[in-house]
């Protein structure tokens, strides 16, 4: 089946705008994780939804990030007033179960974000 | 604070070699153990899930480990191709929170 697609896949913005991020996770997975991959860095965790619960957003760096999962499924990750710090990959992942369920995280391609 | 070491950064071996990449990880109370590779511009790819009731575990050429008591896990890459070249994460889940803690990853060269 399909596998985690995240749009855009690359994405240049100046300082100061907002964007918006896509994930589409694999069907039937209840857990979807939001993680930054800057050049020379590890991953970065963001935020973390499971099903119906309330997201661990503990990983979100400043309130200009935000990111919503309607119907459980699709999830949006939006930055308001980019500055050049934000630049990185965002990567989306999701899994079957989540947290203490031993399932593997899938991951999509990502989506580079260039702010200028 | 709980965190994920992986040692070396990089690695370069000749085609048909045996190696052993190492983790290294804070905090014995984990859930689980999850090696993936990466490839230039692409996402991660999950390779290995070790749980933590388990001392290791196998797929095709690769073989990881677990010893949770260290607070380390190997993963083991048989026979290695110039295909193996990639980065590979070792990530952790421990008990106290939902998400994964990554390690900053080995850059693997197996030259032909």
Do not use: M
Not at chain 1, 40 to 65: C, H, M, T, V, W
Not at chain 2, 2 to 24: D, F, H, K, R
Not at chain 2, 58 to 79: C, E, F, M, P, V
Request: aromatic content about 8%.
């Amino acid at each position: 089946g399909a596998g985690v697609s995240q749009s855009p896949s690359n994405k240049v913005t100046e300082k100061g705008k907002d964007v918006e991020l896509r994930c589409d996770p694999i069907s039937g997975h209840t857990a979807l994780y939001w993680y930054r991959q800057s050049l020379g860095q590890g991953l970065e965790f963001l935020i973390y939804f499971q099903g119906n619960s309330a997201p661990d957003k503990s990983g979100l760096p400043s309130d200009r990030f935000s990111a919503e999962r309607t119907g459980g499924s699709v999830s949006t990750l939006t930055i308001q007033r980019t500055q050049q710090e934000d630049s990185a990959v965002y990567l989306c992942a999701s899994s079957f179960s989540g947290a203490s369920y031993n399932s593997p995280l899938h991951f999509g391609n990502g989506t580079r974000l260039t702010v200028t | 604070k709980q965190e994920v070491t992986q040692i070396p950064a990089a690695l370069s071996v000749p085609e048909g070699e045996n190696l052993v990449l190492n983790c290294s990880f804070t905090d014995s109370a984990i859930y689980n153990l999850q090696w993936f590779r990466q490839d230039p511009g692409k996402g991660l790819t999950s390779l290995l899930l070790i749980q933590s009731s388990q001392r290791e575990q196998t797929s095709g050429r690769l073989n990881a480990s677990l010893d949770k008591s260290s607070g380390r896990s190997t993963l083991y890459i048989a026979a290695s191709q110039p295909g193996d070249s990639a980065t590979y994460l070792c990530a952790v889940e421990w008990r106290s929170q939902g998400n994964l803690i990554f390690g900053k990853g080995t850059k693997l060269s197996v030259k032909p």
